[in-house]
């Protein structure tokens, strides 16, 4: 079925430099989303991401993160500047409505030391 | 999370048995997914109802609304079964955003 590709699949940076996380959703979908998993617990929603504007976010979603899809190219979760606590898996999602069902990435293992 | 309960947390099989992970959301839900966490981390949908009942091969969902559960089967286990399962519901009175249960770390024995 269609996918959600994340790149990097790791990523390993030092505390306090920028880390910019790319998604490529699926083609034809017009919602898109950002959810932080850490050490395979609970999937906790950061943001969501519709016609070029953040529609939602959550308290996780600190004033270092940013995200944009500029010219439709990937959709991008930067944070700057890295935190420790910013370690975690970082999913990608996408949907074609907002209740309709989202396709997730594989994720972006993210490790600041 | 607050919105969907999800039992068990853990839960062990031996191959070839079955069981039945379960949600209960707090408010009248749209739908919901349910996804297979894998050991690589990969989170691979498994269905998605907006009511009644899908079965696919040895997995089996049915999601009431007005009763406010969803449930998955699962029937034969097998050892790549093992992983983490997610369900997902989609509250209409959040703008249909999705709601993830805490999830079952499913262990499936030879």
């Known amino acids: 079925g269609p996918k959600v590709l994340q790149i990097p699949s790791h990523q390993i940076i030092d505390m306090g430099q920028m880390v910019t996380l790319n998604c490529d959703p699926v083609?034809?979908?017009?919602?898109f989303y950002w959810y932080k998993q850490i050490l395979g617990q609970q999937m906790e929603f950061l943001v969501n991401?519709?016609?070029?504007?953040?529609?939602?976010k959550s308290k996780l979603f600190k004033d270092q993160f940013s995200v944009e899809r500029p010219d439709g190219s990937y959709f991008t979760l930067k944070i700057q500047p890295t935190a420790l606590e910013d370690s975690a898996v970082y999913f990608c999602?996408?949907?074609?409505?907002?209740?309709?069902?989202?396709?997730f990435g594989s994720g972006t293992r993210l490790l600041v030391i | 999370g607050d919105q969907v309960e999800q039992s068990p947390s853990a839960l062990s099989l031996h191959e070839g048995t079955g069981s039945a992970l379960r949600c209960n959301f707090t408010?009248?839900?749209?739908?919901v997914q349910w996804f297979q966490q894998n050991s690589r981390g990969s989170l691979i949908n498994l269905f998605y109802?907006?009511?009644g009942t899908k079965e696919n091969g040895r997995l089996k969902s049915t999601f009431n609304s007005k009763e406010s559960y969803s449930t998955l089967h699962i029937r034969d286990a097998q050892l790549e079964d093992s992983g983490t399962y997610f369900c997902?519901?989609?509250?209409?009175?959040?703008?249909?955003?999705?709601?993830f249960g805490d999830g079952t770390q499913l262990v499936v024995k030879p």
């Open positions: 999602a996408s949907s074609f409505t907002r209740g309709s069902d989202y396709t």
């Open positions: 408010t009248t839900m749209r739908a």
């Open positions: 083609s034809n979908h017009l919602y």
């Open positions: 997902a519901a989609s509250d209409p009175n959040s703008n249909n955003r999705i709601f």
């Open positions: 109802l907006a009511s």
């Open positions: 991401f519709y016609n070029g504007k953040v529609m939602e």
